[in-house]
């Protein structure tokens, strides 16, 4: 019930594609959800995060889409750029953010081929 | 501001000895994470602390791993005897009692 499950494992998109990556989780106590980015030899930085109380954020090329009813969000990349190469990481943490700590997925392998 | 630094960057023993991992969190931030990174097991949550203090070890593989914040500026996760699967890269993030975690650039541990 603590497992936050992502997919796909790898991912390759044209340059200008839309790049979907798709977590679910069990726990309904989950009320934070954030997206990390992690390039190649560097740590995971938060690139965007929402809160059950939206269905949708926004920030630029990345949209953040909320299924409270399905337990189930997804990361949308507009436009992908080489530059968006990374791995990419989900998250979920119950009430009181870092004393609830996160619960990663695996992980998606994005590829942005020019 | 500097963000996270740990040291090394890089570490390579061998089998049975002890290794040492330092963190320097951002100043002001009150949690401290430990995380391990592997290609199997992904990210995960070995201990965090709390004003120095740690709150939850569960995430500690076994006895050989111990990790201690002596300040509020250091901490330091130790393996003592360390192991061939214990090779990982290890993570240091810290927050300020917000939901935002800043990693450090890793520790990429090799145990031969």
């Known amino acids: 019930q603590q497992q936050v499950k992502q997919s796909p494992q790898s991912l390759i998109v044209q340059k200008g594609g839309i790049s979907i990556i798709n977590c679910a989780y069990e726990n309904t106590a989950f009320d934070y959800f954030p997206w990390y980015q992690q390039f190649p030899g560097k740590g995971p930085a938060l690139l965007i995060a929402i809160r059950p109380d939206v269905s949708e954020k926004k920030e630029g090329r990345f949209t953040i889409s909320f299924n409270k009813s399905a337990k189930q969000f997804s990361l949308h990349i507009m436009d992908s750029q080489p530059g968006d190469s990374a791995t990419y990481f989900c998250a979920a943490s119950k009430p009181g953010g870092s004393q609830g700590n996160l619960i990663f997925g695996k992980g998606t392998k994005l590829s942005v081929k020019p | 501001d500097a963000g996270v630094i740990q040291s090394p960057r890089h570490e390579v023993t061998e089998m049975g000895q002890e290794v040492t991992l330092r963190c320097k969190p951002i100043?002001?931030?009150?949690?401290l994470f430990w995380y391990r990174q592997t290609m199997m097991r992904g990210l995960e949550l070995l201990i965090y602390f709390n004003n120095n203090v740690p709150i939850d070890d569960s995430g500690m593989p076994e006895d050989r791993f111990s990790a201690k914040m002596p300040n509020a500026s250091f901490s330091t996760l130790k393996i003592q005897p360390s192991e061939p699967r214990d090779s990982a890269v290890y993570f240091c993030?810290?927050?300020?009692?917000?939901?935002?975690?800043?990693f450090g650039p890793g520790t990429r541990l090799t145990v031969l």
């Open positions: 993030a810290s927050s300020l009692a917000t939901d935002t975690q800043y």
């Open positions: 100043s002001g931030h009150d949690y």
